[in-house]
């Protein structure tokens, strides 16, 4: 009887804390979205954080989209990436199409701690409203890490983790002193377990999750906002291993979420919570992976990868026969 009664109790604290932990964000949401409509007068992002938004990475996918989205919101962009030609020929798509003001930054993260100094100088003569800290790299497949080449490690290392902590360290004071801004940082959903064969990239999103989270409660008194963005599968250029190259679906391509799908509903959480996965879709498969015990999401997750691995070995096999 007792023993009932403790597990009935264990398992409503459980239920609540899932429903608080995955309910959360779209009830926000919907608080926020009918609080606009009823009451009206919404501010424009530039008004509302500063008239420039800074996308790392926005020559392609995610932050390419974060950076049409912004501009279609009256944002001035500062796109930066490491390919010049694809940077101009981005901000010259976003000006003909939105009309707005851009300016790119060719800049390389995996060379560290060298470029920061030419960085800051250029990035404080902005007045930066909001900055996407989008920049990320993973490996082309997984791999165990002992395969992996060391100049892959620090990338991941430089890349996913350095970038967005140097470049909030920079843009920060003078969110302070302005007492408005808003920092949006890519994590990933991988973030939620360990995986094995992709454990460096892993670890650099639960990096990101961690280190955002502190940050919106350090900001937050400074009137500074500070959101995390956590998507599942979207279709681009590092999840095009997914695609079988014979044109047909797997059960991992089936899930990819398009761009400008995702970008749509990342757009739209912008201003309204702080935290989103950026589309409904992974937000319900995060709702699920969350229902699992820690341990129990790492096995799934350990033979979801192990099961790529194979898979992928088996190619390279081919390919090479
Ligand atoms: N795609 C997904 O399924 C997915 C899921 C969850 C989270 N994410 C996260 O979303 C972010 C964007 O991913 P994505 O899929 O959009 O990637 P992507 O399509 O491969 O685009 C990466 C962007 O980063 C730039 N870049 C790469 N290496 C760089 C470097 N060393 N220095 C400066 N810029 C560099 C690339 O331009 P250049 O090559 O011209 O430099 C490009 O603009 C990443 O943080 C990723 O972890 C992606």
């Given at each position: 009887?007792?023993?009932?009664?403790?597990?009935?109790?264990?398992?409503?604290?459980?239920?609540?804390?899932?429903?608080?932990?995955?309910?959360?964000?779209?009830?926000?949401?919907?608080?926020?979205?009918?609080?606009?409509?009823?009451?009206?007068?919404?501010k424009?992002?530039?008004?509302?954080?500063?008239?420039?938004a800074?996308?790392?990475?926005?020559?392609?996918?995610?932050?390419?989209?974060?950076?049409?989205?912004?501009?279609?919101q009256?944002?001035?962009?500062?796109?930066?990436?490491?390919?010049?030609?694809?940077?101009?020929?981005?901000?010259?798509?976003?000006?003909?199409?939105?009309?707005?003001?851009?300016?790119?930054?060719?800049?390389?993260?995996?060379?560290?701690?060298?470029?920061?100094?030419?960085?800051?100088?250029?990035?404080?003569?902005?007045?930066?409203?909001?900055?996407?800290?989008?920049?990320?790299?993973?490996?082309?497949?997984?791999?165990?890490?002992?395969?992996?080449?060391?100049?892959?490690?620090w990338?991941?290392?430089?890349?996913?983790?350095g970038?967005?902590?140097?470049?909030?360290?920079?843009?920060?004071?003078?969110?302070?002193?302005?007492?408005?801004?808003?920092?949006?940082?890519?994590s990933?959903?991988?973030?939620?377990?360990?995986?094995?064969?992709?454990?460096?990239?892993?670890?650099?999103?639960?990096?990101?999750?961690?280190?955002?989270?502190?940050?919106?409660?350090?900001?937050?008194?400074?009137?500074?906002?500070?959101?995390?963005?956590?998507?599942?599968?979207?279709?681009?250029?590092?999840?095009?291993?997914?695609?079988?190259?014979?044109?047909?679906?797997?059960?991992?391509?089936?899930?990819?979420?398009?761009?400008?799908?995702?970008i749509r509903y990342?757009?739209?959480?912008?201003a309204?919570?702080?935290?989103t996965?950026?589309?409904?879709?992974?937000?319900?498969?995060?709702?699920?992976?969350?229902?699992?015990?820690?341990?129990?999401?790492?096995?799934?997750?350990?033979?979801?990868?192990?099961?790529?691995?194979?898979?992928?070995?088996?190619?390279?096999?081919?390919?090479?026969?």
């Open positions: 009887m007792v023993l009932l009664q403790l597990i009935t109790v264990v398992g409503v604290y459980s239920t609540i804390c899932w429903l608080y932990d995955n309910l959360r964000t779209p009830l926000l949401l919907l608080l926020r979205s009918l609080q606009q409509l009823c009451l009206g007068g919404q424009s992002l530039p008004q509302t954080y500063g008239p420039w800074v996308i790392t990475g926005s020559s392609d996918g995610i932050g390419k989209g974060y950076a049409h989205y912004l501009a279609s009256g944002m001035k962009v500062m796109l930066i990436a490491r390919n010049e030609v694809k940077l101009k020929r981005v901000a010259e798509e976003i000006t003909a199409k939105h009309g707005t003001e851009t300016k790119i930054m060719v800049a390389d993260f995996s060379q560290g701690e060298q470029i920061y100094e030419r960085l800051e100088k250029e990035l404080c003569s902005l007045d930066i409203g909001i900055l996407v800290n989008n920049v990320g790299v993973i490996n082309e497949k997984p791999i165990q890490l002992d395969r992996m080449e060391k100049r892959l490690l990338d991941l290392i430089n890349i996913n983790v970038a967005a902590t140097l470049l909030c360290n920079i843009a920060l004071p003078a969110m302070k002193k302005r007492h408005r801004g808003l920092i949006i940082n890519i990933s959903l991988s973030s939620l377990a360990p995986t094995p064969y992709l454990a460096v990239y892993a670890a650099t999103k639960a990096y990101m999750t961690s280190f955002s989270l502190a940050l919106r409660e350090e900001v937050a008194p400074y009137g500074i906002e500070c959101q995390t963005v956590s998507p599942g599968y979207v279709h681009t250029s590092m999840t095009e291993y997914l695609t079988p190259t014979d044109g047909k679906k797997n059960s991992l391509s089936v899930r990819l979420v398009k761009v400008s799908d995702m990342a757009g739209y959480c912008i309204k919570v702080d935290q996965t950026g589309h409904w879709s992974h937000g319900m498969q995060t709702a699920i992976l969350n229902m699992l015990p820690a341990s129990l999401r790492l096995k799934v997750f350990t033979r979801l990868y192990t099961q790529l691995l194979h898979e992928y070995s088996e190619t390279d096999v081919k390919k090479l026969a």
